[in-house]
Every structure is written in C-alpha cells, then in structure tokens.
T-cell receptor
Framework: EVQLLESGGGLVQPGGSLRLSCAAS????????MSWVRQAPGKGLEWVSAIDGGVGGTYYADSVKGRFSISRDNSKNTLYLQMNSLRAEDTAVYYC?????????????WGQGTLITVSS | EIVLTQSPATLSLSPGERATLSCRASQSVSSYLIWYQQKPGQAPRLLIYDASNRATGIPARFSGSGSGTDFTLTISSLEPEDFALYYC?????????FGGGTKVEIK
C-alpha cells in the first residue's frame, strides 16, 4: 500500500525558513516523479514544485521560484521542500503527491498534508 | 500559464440526481485533463485522468468527457458519499494548474 507522510509543518515568521519532509513507502520511490501541492485555507489547489525520479530535473511555480527548493533522497525514500523567505501568502496545507502509474503530470496518491502558517 | 475555469461554483442536488460539472481551459490542453474529488479534511482523490479514463477503484457512475478546451465530469446518480469538492487539473504543460473547484452540496 502506497503511503506518503508529510512532516515539518508549523508556525513560522515572515521571512523565515522551514523544511518539509515526505516519507514514502509501498512503491519504488526512486522511480517516480514527486510533487508538492498546496492549499491555502478555504481555497483551491496550487501545484508548487515537482522533481523527476532518479536524479532528474526540478520544476517550480512562479510564485515560489527562487525561494523554495525541492529535493529527494532515494536511499531514504524521502522527498523534501526547503522553503525560504516565507510570506503570509505561503500559508497553506502542503501535500506531497506521487506521479501516477500511467503518465506524468498528475497524481494517484497524496499524503495527508502538513499545515504551514506564516505569521508574526 | 493555462487557466482552468470551473462552473458552477456550487451545485445543489439531491441524492439520485445527475451532476454535470464543467471545466474550461484558456487554451487547448488536448485530452490532458484530470479530475479529483476532495472531502473536508482529506487529501484529493484521483477520479478521472486524460479526460475520460476512470482511475482504479472509481465507480462507473463517474464519467468524464471533452477535449481541447471544454470538459465535463458527470456523476450519473449521486450517492451520499459524492457530495464533495471537485477539481480539474491540466497536465498538458508546465506549470500544472488546477481549476477553482465545484462544490456539490446536498439540496
């Protein structure tokens, strides 16, 4: 059974940093692209960043480019999101999501999410 | 970036009724349109991929159609567990984008 478990969320001041982790199990982690998707309170879904499987490329939404960095450790089956220069508008539940079995660009499994609150 | 517009924002229906949700793209996404369902406090759940293909374990009452810029998610007969939020997403090009969602609520 595929499981994705995010951690690292919490309250951070504007301008601060935080690193999210997503522990994966139940599939060959290194073979799949992974993404972070966020959802501000009461709002819709926003794709944030993606990383290819293996040692592949990385992709970012314009809203986080230059501030966030996605990475993975395939030996630990873990996905990361380093978030710097945080802003109030980054407040959201952050989900990690696994690329589908069929094709890239969408997600067949999601974690339960971790809440980031950016506030002074 | 491709903008996805979902309509209506809210759909008020009774169990057993047919639900028709729309997703319109600002430019063609071919058939690379995805539908998810989200219930309060839960992560999204994949329903339909590439416009019309049901994901594993999704009941046959859910169907998707469309291509280019206009897409439809149909729930043929609403079950109590179907009252939820529904989002479309395009995977045609980066950045991946989502629609604003349609809430299907009990009338």
């Amino acid at each position: 059974e595929v499981q994705l478990l995010e951690s690292g969320g919490g309250l951070v001041q504007p301008g601060g940093s935080l690193r999210l982790s997503c522990a994966a199990s139940g599939f060959t982690f290194g073979s799949y692209a992974m993404s972070w998707v966020r959802q501000a309170p009461g709002k819709g879904l926003e794709w944030v960043s993606a990383i290819d499987g293996g040692v592949g490329g990385t992709y970012y939404a314009d809203s986080v480019k230059g501030r966030f960095s996605i990475s993975r450790d395939n030996s630990k089956n873990t996905l990361y999101l380093q978030m710097n220069s945080l802003r109030a508008e980054d407040t959201a539940v952050y989900y990690c999501a696994k690329r589908s079995e069929v094709a890239s660009g969408y997600f067949d499994h999601w974690g339960q999410g971790t809440l980031i609150t950016v506030s002074s | 970036e491709i903008v996805l517009t979902q309509s209506p924002a809210t759909l008020s229906l009774s169990p057993g009724e047919r639900a028709t949700l729309s997703c319109r793209a600002s430019q063609s996404v071919s058939s690379y349109l995805i539908w998810y369902q989200q219930k309060p406090g839960q992560a999204p759940r994949l329903l339909i991929y590439d416009a019309s293909n049901r994901a594993t374990g999704i009941p046959a009452r859910f169907s998707g159609s469309g291509s280019g810029t206009d897409f439809t998610l149909t729930i043929s007969s609403l079950e109590p567990e179907d009252f939820a939020l529904y989002y479309c997403q395009q995977r045609y090009t980066w950045p991946l984008t989502f629609g604003g969602g349609t809430k299907v609520e009990i009338k």
